[in-house]
């Protein structure tokens, strides 16, 4: 069984800057694209960047510009660089791997076959 551990978060002032990291526990050799959702409280659990195995990006709007989703093969391990970070970006982030991200999603939902365990992030104004 695959495992996507996450790591990264953490506590910041706004303009400030995180790097979250999801490392697969195994080389998975697929198609899946991989992505970061979040869940704010009182929010729907949101799409906010993902990566295909061909490299595609996708942002939310309200995140282009200052997110940046990157991938390490050799390591199996993506990244979200996340800058100029701001209070609405608090949230609990997720990682997530399967065929088809939808944009907006319960957290471990199993239509999505793989899911990191989540990590705060909190931006202080």
């Known amino acids: 069984q695959v495992q996507l551990v996450e790591s990264g978060g953490g506590s910041v002032q706004a303009g400030g800057s995180l790097r979250l990291s999801c490392t697969a526990s195994?080389?998975?050799?697929?198609?899946?694209?991989m992505g970061w959702y979040r869940q704010a409280p009182g929010h729907e659990c949101e799409l906010v960047s993902s990566?295909?195995?061909?490299?595609?990006?996708y942002y939310v709007d309200s995140v282009k510009g200052r997110f940046t989703i990157s991938q390490d093969n050799a390591k199996n391990t993506v990244y979200l660089q996340m800058k100029d970070l701001k209070p609405e970006d608090t949230a609990v982030y997720y990682c997530?791997?399967?065929?088809?991200?939808?944009?907006?999603?319960?957290?471990?939902?199993?239509?999505?076959?793989?899911w990191g365990q989540g990590t705060q992030v909190t931006v202080s104004s």
């Open positions: 997530a791997r399967g065929l088809f991200l939808p944009d907006t999603i319960a957290p471990m939902d199993v239509s999505i076959p793989y």
């Open positions: 195994k080389f998975i050799f697929d198609d899946d694209d």
């Open positions: 990566i295909s195995s061909e490299g595609s990006t």
